[in-house]
């Protein structure tokens, strides 16, 4: 029975994530840089994902798509636009490579205001939304051991250097099973007396 109900287009299970995006000229100097990576090291992943810095990442129904949006979009009317500051690289031993984030704090931040919707985000007990503790921008990812090893040496004493105003929101969504995300919502960061009690709000 269980089985029946999840065929329905309403249970559909959906990859849902909320990033910020940097400007083109950074978002096309960053890809340029995931090509020279993909290239150099053999990994055509790091090409085939866009620049972006995830503050979370959740399942859900695609029923609930529309009671996050709303929430979402309540949640960034009450937040300032950040300045991101992007410096040199770091890595998650032994696996990652990515951009440092100079500037965590108001991304931190923003995090904590978003994860007062995380009722939103669970779609049971075993698959609970992630929110990102350490910003960062990630380069390659799922690196073999080999990869990394000989990526980070010539990384670790890369200079890289960039900033933007992150001004907005941006939450992508895919289907279970489907590779490339599209564009669930854009949500503009206003900076308003927004009021958001937990439990006051009704969709």
């Not at 636009?81 to 990652?96: C, M, Q, R, W």
């Not at 108001?106 to 205001?113: D, E, S």
């Not at 990394?148 to 001004?167: P, V």
């Amino acid at each position: 029975m269980e089985q029946n109900i999840l065929q329905l287009p309403g249970y559909r299970e959906c990859e849902f994530l909320l990033v910020l995006q940097p400007h083109e000229e950074l978002w096309n100097r960053i890809m340029n840089l995931k090509k020279e990576f993909a290239d150099a090291f053999e990994c055509p992943m790091a090409f085939g994902t866009k620049p972006h810095i995830t503050l979370a990442r959740f399942m859900q129904y695609a029923m609930m798509e529309q009671r996050i949006i709303n929430r979402l979009k309540l949640t960034a009317m009450g937040l300032p636009a950040i300045k991101v500051e992007l410096k040199d690289f770091g890595s998650f031993p032994s696996h990652t490579i990515y951009i440092n984030v100079v500037s965590k704090v108001p991304i931190v931040n923003m995090v904590k205001a978003v994860r007062q919707a995380q009722a939103l985000m669970k779609i049971n007990n075993d698959k609970k939304p992630h929110f990102i503790t350490e910003p960062h921008l990630t380069v390659a990812r799922k690196l073999q051991p080999w990869q990394y090893e000989k990526a980070w040496l010539e990384y670790e004493k890369k200079h890289f250097h960039g900033r933007f105003i992150a001004d907005q929101l941006l939450l992508l969504k895919r289907r279970v099973g489907e590779k490339a995300y599209q564009v669930a919502g854009r949500f503009a960061l206003e900076n308003l007396p927004v009021v958001t009690k937990q439990g006051e709000l009704n969709f």
